[in-house]
């Protein structure tokens, strides 16, 4: 299968960076497999999981939002927040939803609930998809 570059980046470390056959990104209009020539594009992303494909493994990486930038070059994914999927625990992520269910109680106006919820629905199909 033919080949083109990926790079991960989050604010504390480049995650990946080489030569893939495959990305599905979690991007905000829905799940994008991202193969070599793909049609350029830029999209946000929702917290989700990232799988990574050379043809010979997958590796998964859990993001938390950010842009996925597909040109000529080939994929970069600039994340708010990326682990490797093996890295994340159960207690990490009921924290999370913890802290988003904080903020819908806490929300004062209609856009603060909607964005609460969102993010809050957000990681709980993470959780649920991780299988946590």
Known sequence: MPSFQFELVSP????????VDSVVVPASEGQITVLKDHAPFMSTMKPGVVEVSDGARTQRLFVRGGFADVSAKGLTILAEQAVPVEELDLAAIDAEIKNAEEDFNDARTDDARRAASERLSQLREVKAALGL
């Open 12 to 19: 504390e470390r480049l995650l990946f960076a080489g030569e």
